[in-house]
């Protein structure tokens, strides 16, 4: 935007992007507020008001207002399953942020009639049925209404699945198709698949069904990763940590990011994990990554973080909380064993999805044995993911160990099932978000998207702070919440600690890598249940605009069309952004009495400047007139 007052001039170390008359908040202690900020190269060069930057503004500037908005660092997602999501975003019908269950099924409905003959309609994750007015499922029958001639997959988080007769069809299940291991396949009097899967409790039967759908060609797989990563960025994120995941190989499910990475095209920095897919041969495929690379390796856009989420398949735990907590295998320890000392003789770190103290507490065990030897703390960075139930004593030993957390807002989609099966008590405490900060420990947050949260931080955030599920349920109590500084510093720096780059990004600071968004509403005064809905309407990295909305609209990067143009995202988009709550009822007619005391305190100004009477004008009404 032409901005007055700031003219161009040739300097030689003009800003390639300055924003300006901004509510910055920086994140950095030294300087918390600020108004403006220039980038030149990528990184930052100045933090501070319009006289600070005016220098900075070249004939080649790109002058940005903000028009007195928050301005925040970019915000780092650190448990996010970035890399798969997007090889398959622009097949997914996304139900995030759908509020009835009936607008579910009718996008449902209108997809089925646009997709092609031999494909799937995938709902994959991001919404629960606590967020629907219905607060239930949709059923078979339902499904089969819907599209009774197109195979309909609708994953529930890592519980259950439900899929329409075209489906089963389609995945090859009949009356002979056994129950896989930790799965079940629920039937009918007739012993016919009914069209229900259950984890029970390993999602390893939804995994698998799902990746009997068609996927994409390489092509294709390119710019649907650039289009999730864009949809990333509408919600201020510049980063984010990839855990890894069942079914993402390495490396022929990297390789789509790897080539983005070469060409410039990644609009996101991705710090990735590689996670051993085969049971049995974990060992050898962490000893021949470790040959073939070191954490660390890449540049601030593409760079391996370390192994994990899983390293040995017999450790894992699974977050079905609908079902019974998983009993491990007496004897797991052995294999984990030689897995973890690998990685900490080679200088790897790792992060290990955990829900349960009770895994948690024999992982522990591992590490302590282990650290007789020196190899704990040894200056590795690793993680417990997730831990729900970590009890105080475990907390105490990671912190000996030199150990961290990573906490996700799966109870924002699953908190009435952990109170159902645990009690309100227990879910005061899950996970205990207090109990980690007030030990020290690095806390990042994240959201475990896409196949149990969405991928919207902003939910994640409205957790950490309100306790409130995406069905309004108060699962975490005062005690066991953050303020919304803390809240975002998990989301920024926390991130950045558990990559080891706080040394560049997680804060906007002169020499830090210019990663910043400008929100839609202010993170800092706007009413708690309308943190959720806020979005970036400006999201830079590294001095790119690649977001840009409102009166921003077309200053980030052209993307090509979404393909193949029956995409569910190409009609429908992500996420489903629903009104700001707080501007009906209540806080309606709080805005207006705003309103009323900002236009007599407008009259008083213009009466102090012989514009206006001194009095208030007396109006005439001939309605109320005798």
């Known amino acids: 935007m032409p901005v007055g007052g700031l003219v161009p001039r040739v300097t030689d170390d003009a800003a390639d992007l300055v924003v300006r008359n901004a509510k910055i908040h920086t994140g950095d202690r030294g300087r918390p507020q600020a108004g403006a900020i220039a980038i030149r190269d990528g990184v930052i060069t100045v933090v501070g008001d319009d006289n600070d930057v005016a220098g900075h503004v070249g004939p080649a500037t790109k002058v940005v207002d903000a028009l007195g908005r928050r301005m925040i660092p970019g915000l780092n997602d ?22 009835t269950l009936r607008q579910g099924l009718a996008m449902l409905r209108e997809q089925a009639a646009r997709t092609p003959k031999g494909q799937w309609v995938r709902v994959v994750g991001g919404w629960s049925a606590e967020q629907f007015a219905e607060r239930r499922l949709p059923t078979v029958a339902e499904l089969n209404a819907a599209a009774p001639d197109t195979p309909v997959f609708v994953l529930h988080l890592y519980q259950s699945a439900v899929l329409n007769r075209a489906a089963l069809k389609a995945a090859g299940y009949t009356k002979d198709t056994p129950d896989p291991k930790g799965g079940q396949i629920v039937r009918g009097r007739d012993g016919e698949p009914t069209g229900m899967l259950l984890a029970a409790p390993s999602a390893l039967i939804l995994y698998s069904t799902l990746a009997k759908a068609p996927v994409l060609d390489d092509e294709h797989r390119q710019a649907s990763t650039r289009h999730f990563l864009r949809e990333l960025n509408r919600f201020g994120l510049t980063s984010a940590i990839d855990a890894a995941g069942g079914f993402q190989n390495f490396p022929d499910n990297y390789s789509t990011v790897v080539e983005l990475a070469k060409a410039g095209q990644l609009s996101l920095r991705i710090a990735y994990h590689l996670f051993p897919q085969t049971a049995g041969q974990e060992i050898d495929d962490l000893t021949r990554w470790i040959e073939m690379a070191r954490p660390e390796d890449g540049d601030e856009w593409l760079r391996l973080n370390g192994a994990g989420e899983n390293l040995t398949w017999a450790a894992a735990d699974f977050e079905n909380f609908a079902q019974p907590r998983p009993e491990h295998a007496s004897d797991y320890e052995v294999e984990f064993e030689k897995a973890v000392r690998l990685l900490m003789e080679n200088g790897w770190g790792f992060r290990l999805h955990a829900t349960y103290d009770e895994t948690i507490r024999r992982d522990l065990a591992v590490f302590e044995k282990l650290a007789v030897e020196g190899l704990f703390p040894a200056g590795n960075r690793w993680l417990f993911d997730h831990a729900e139930t970590v009890s105080a004593d475990s907390l105490d030993r990671i912190a000996a160990l030199g150990g961290a957390m990573s906490v996700q807002n799966r109870l924002s989609f699953q908190g009435e099932a952990f109170v159902r099966r645990y009690g309100p008590g227990a879910a005061a405490d899950a996970p205990p978000i207090r109990a980690m900060l007030e030990r020290g420990l690095t806390v990042g947050a994240g959201t475990d998207a896409t196949r149990v949260s969405t991928y919207n931080p902003w939910i994640a955030l ?52 210019g990663d910043l968004s400008v929100l839609s509403e202010d993170y800092f005064t706007v009413p708690e249940p309308d943190i959720a809905h806020i979005e970036s309407l400006l999201t830079v990295v ?76 007396t109006f005439f009404d001939p309605c109320f007139s005798l």
């Open 78 to 99: 650190a448990h996010l399953h970035v890399i798969r999501g997007g090889l398959n975003y622009v097949l997914e019908l996304r139900w995030d942020g759908v509020p």
């Open 462 to 513: 409205h957790w950490l702070i309100t306790g409130r599920t995406v069905g309004d349920l108060v699962v975490r109590p005062p005690h066991n919440r953050v303020d919304r500084r803390t809240a975002l510093s998990m989301f920024t720096e926390a991130g950045a600690r558990l990559t080891g780059e706080e040394n560049v990004k997680g804060v906007l600071r002169p020499g830090f890598l």
């Open 542 to 617: 590294g001095g790119r605009i690649v977001y840009a909305a409102a009166e921003y609209e077309g200053l980030d990067e052209e993307l090509p069309p979404v393909s193949p143009a029956w995409s569910p995202v190409a009609h429908f988009g992500g996420y489903q952004a629903t009104p700001l709550t707080g501007r009906s009822g209540a806080r309606q007619a709080e805005l207006l009495g705003q309103a009323v005391a900002e236009s007599e305190q407008h009259r008083q100004w213009r009466a102090r400047r012989g514009l206006a009477p001194e009095t208030e004008s």
